[in-house]
């Protein structure tokens, strides 16, 4: 019976029930935000202009203060998104509050370098186990066997043998 | 003639240079003595060792006796003392600045090299030994001249200076800078040991697995302080910074966050060498990287070239460490090139479907993860180097991808445990993974039933349910069998670890996705209410010293206790302080802070709550992480050593 439940048709039930519920979870409605969350949000992405690297959500300084205002302002107004008025103060500081590099010109290589590192590294790690593979065609001894034997006849819960 | 307090700077000094002195000897002595074999010049080096340690004690000492007879004939003590700071953070104050953080360092450092000079005293003559115990005093050596020239603490002041501004007002209000600083750079200095015996390993050729098994608990424990002392920081900034966040990836954070990454690959990959005898490039190079990243995290954090809240003044330390940074990585990188035949490892790694195939995988992760960290962390600097503007890389970019590092990380959380070594079959991964998948989907419904939302916090739970499960089971099996024994060793103390990780990672994930907040403008008397909870103003309170003076707006919460969340203008600094004050239960906190300006006169205040789910769950992770960290430390059920570790699993059907 329990074999029965491991088999694999009871694994392709178990991913199609977690992907139902995923998508049930991921689509229903949060429930509304306030306006401060919103206020929130948009002003973790702005750095705050005099202050050492710390966002305006962050900041006590009198000049995020200054741009925390203008957002609940621009909030309040409902006329914008949280994009819009993200880029409307950009603008204003000429782009060097954003948190968020650009992804155009050297801003976008902080976004291509950890993608190709990435790349890079799972490619490094598929040709060393394609030469692990390759080097490792010899037939097991029965020292190779017995050995294994043993080990297969061991605690199973030995850390070492996990 | 010098009074009792101005002899500070010059007994400090002294004490450096005799440090300095018996360090230069002291990594002299191992050197010669051990290529030379020569016994007699190898018994002088724990004698060096104790020397240099009494003598950084005492400068150290002498710091801190400067500092509570507020001896203002020192610069230092011109920076950061003052004659109304409170005892316990003027004790502290030593360390709140660049001067006195490298004199700790220098503290600790003489430290783990005086223990390992007499844990390893029988062993003196083995020639590992001796050129760790060389590693170990040159970088002494780096932090002695370090703290006699560009980060010297007993400089003299401007005379007639009677009084200071006191160290920063956010280092003097929270009992964590007593211990957040000192943990975590014991965590930080801690992994010198592991590189001083793997340079030795290099030297000596003995790159097999003795020097993994000699440090092997020195930098798992030096892991945990580090672990420890993140988690201190983290709790710190969310008690203390008032913008109800644990972590902000500022600059000074990543300088601790990326030689952990580093550091946890480490323990991980090392397990497939001590095991196989595998990865031996791939172990010595993180160890080197961690090494080296603390001294360039220093180097970005201390120099004055990034900045960051955390980071101290500018300063001419920057080329020092550089320099330095450079001689490790250097040498390092020419001793593994030197070896590089007797660091071929013998065996292969079967299937990537294995224990070490997944090792290896997290080690991938958390290697990227180590590099994008870095990256952000100095992209203002190449941009700027680039094309002279300067740019901002802030908490967004690293969420970002973060969130999917740590999704990656936690799935194999999930897998990992489970796995044999060697080579694992999908019946024997269906019958281990099956309960642990179901912890996952009940986590998922729970979740559901909750009222959570949201794809990456709902997968968070499902993967921390489903990695929770796999952890347990292990920890099941193992208890089962052996009774509380079971608890301890490595592969289940680390699973204790790995449960702490999980409880952090769905806190984050619940914390950064449903936290609420809300301005409210209370008027005393009148009941406001917000996410179900209620806030009455019930009046103010006044506290004034010569430091600073608090007003506190006193706030009842759901007609129950009441908080005082607080307003500080420290006179040094002109600056409003923000305090908040943390209604924490199981399930959320309740975060207030009040905003300025704040009138005892007047009847009414604005205020901001922040309700924030399940943010007390990342410090019980946190304690279970050090707790685990403990179990791992003591030994667990081993198998024979007279066991190969190479041999091949051959197919059986």
Same mark, same amino acid.
């Given at each position: 019976m329990m074999k029965k439940l491991k088999s694999w048709p009871v694994w392709m039930l178990m991913g199609l029930l977690v992907v139902a519920l995923l998508t049930v979870g991921t689509t229903r409605d949060s429930g509304p935000l306030t306006q401060s969350d919103r206020i929130d949000a948009i002003t973790k992405r702005i750095a705050c202009p005099t202050c050492d690297g710390e966002s305006v959500f962050v900041s006590r300084a009198t000049a995020a203060e200054s741009i925390r205002n203008q957002v609940a302002r621009d909030v309040a107004a409902g006329t914008m998104s949280d994009n819009q008025i993200i880029g409307s103060i950009a603008d204003t500081f000429q782009g060097k509050i954003l948190l968020v590099p650009r992804a155009t010109g050297v801003d976008s290589l902080v976004w291509i370098l950890p993608i190709a590192v990435l790349v890079c590294a799972v490619a490094g790690l598929f040709v060393a186990f394609r030469r692990w593979k390759r080097n490792n065609s010899g037939d097991a001894t029965a020292e190779d066997i017995a050995l294994v034997k043993r080990l297969l006849g061991e605690d199973p819960t030995d850390e070492e043998n996990v | 003639m010098l009074s009792v307090s101005g002899l500070a700077g010059p007994l400090g000094r002294a004490a450096l240079l005799v440090g300095l002195i018996g360090a230069f000897f002291g990594m002299f002595a191992a050197a010669v003595g051990t290529r030379q074999q020569d016994e007699k010049v190898l018994k002088l080096v724990p004698r060096f060792a104790t020397l240099s340690c009494v003598a950084a004690f005492l400068a150290f000492v002498a710091m801190e006796w400067a500092m509570i007879t507020r001896d203002f004939s020192l610069a230092y003590i011109q920076k950061v003392g003052s004659r109304s700071t409170p005892a316990l953070y003027n004790f502290t104050a030593v360390w709140s600045a660049l001067e006195g953080s490298i004199l700790l360092w220098l503290l600790v450092l003489t430290c783990l090299t005086l223990a390992i000079a007499y844990k390893y005293r029988a062993r003196i003559n083995d020639p590992m030994v001796g050129w760790a115990m060389a590693t170990m005093f040159f970088v002494g050596i780096f932090f002695f001249? #370090?703290?006699? &020239? /560009? $980060?010297?603490? +007993? &400089? $003299?002041g401007a005379p007639g200076v009677f009084d200071g501004p006191g160290p920063n007002p956010l280092l003097q209000n929270h009992i964590l800078v007593v211990f957040h600083p000192p943990i975590l750079y014991l965590g930080y200095v801690g992994m010198t040991v592991p590189f001083a015996f793997a340079i030795g390993a290099l030297i000596t050729g003995r790159v097999g697995e003795g020097w993994l098994i000699e440090t092997r608990r020195w930098a798992l424990f030096s892991w945990g302080l580090l672990t420890f002392g993140i988690i201190l920081g983290s709790w710190w900034s969310y008690e203390v910074l *008032? =913008?109800? &966040? %644990? =972590?902000? =990836?500022? /600059? %000074?954070?990543?300088a601790s966050f990326i030689p952990w990454l580093t550091a946890t690959a480490y323990i991980h990959s090392v397990l497939v060498q001590e095991r196989r005898g595998m990865l031996r490039v791939w172990n010595l190079s993180l160890l080197v990287s961690t090494f080296s990243l603390t001294i360039l995290g220093?180097? @970005?954090?201390?120099?004055g070239v990034l900045n960051s809240v955390h980071a101290f003044s500018d300063s001419n330390i920057g080329p020092y460490l550089l320099s330095f940074f450079a001689i490790i990585v250097v040498v390092s990188v020419v001793l593994i090139g030197w070896r590089g035949d007797k660091l071929h490892a013998p065996g292969t790694i079967d299937s990537p479907l294995s224990r070490e195939g997944a090792f290896l995988a997290n080690n991938v992760i958390f290697s990227v993860f180590a590099f994008v960290v870095l990256l952000g962390t100095v992209f203002p600097l190449v941009v700027e180097a680039i094309q002279n503007r300067q #740019? %901002? %890389? &802030?908490? /967004?970019?690293f969420d970002k991808l973060a969130v999917p590092? *740590? @999704?990656? #990380?936690? +799935?194999l959380m999930c897998i990992a445990p489970v796995l044999p070594w060697r080579k694992a079959s999908s019946e024997l991964l269906s019958e281990r993974l099956f309960w642990p998948a179901w912890c996952g989907i009940a986590a998922l419904v729970f979740s559901l039933l909750v009222g959570a939302t949201g794809f990456a916090p709902l997968l968070t739970f499902t993967l921390g349910g489903f990695a929770g499960g796999a952890a347990l089971r292990q920890l099941v099996l193992a208890t089962r069998r052996q009774g509380l024994r079971g608890l301890v060793g490595r592969a289940n103390g680390g699973m204790v670890v790995h449960i702490g990780v999980i409880l952090i990672a769905v806190a984050l994930a619940a914390s950064n996705s449903y936290t609420r907040s809300q301005e409210l403008s209370l008027k005393q008397g009148v009941v406001a209410q917000f996410a179900g909870h209620t806030f009455e103003l019930t009046g103010f309170t006044e506290m004034s010293d010569a430091r600073r003076t608090s007003i506190s707006a006193v706030i009842r919460v759901d007609g129950g206790k009441s908080y005082a969340p607080a307003i500080s203008k420290f006179k040094s600094m002109g600056t409003n302080i923000g305090t908040p004050s943390v209604k924490s239960s199981l399930t959320k906190d309740i975060y207030l802070t009040v905003e300025p300006p704040l009138k005892m006169s007047s009847k009414s205040a604005k205020i901001k709550v922040f309700i924030k789910p399940m943010v007390m769950w990342l410090w019980i992770g946190g304690f279970l992480m050090g707790f685990g960290t403990l179990l791992s430390a003591f030994p667990g059920r081993r198998r024979r050593p007279t066991d190969p570790t190479s041999a091949r699993v051959p197919e059986y059907s």
């Open positions: - | 001249i #370090l703290t006699l &020239g /560009p $980060a010297n603490p +007993f &400089g $003299a *008032g =913008w109800s &966040g %644990v =972590w902000a =990836w500022d /600059p %000074v954070e990543n220093t180097f @970005l954090t201390r120099s #740019l %901002v %890389v &802030g908490e /967004p970019f590092t *740590g @999704l990656t #990380l936690l +799935f």
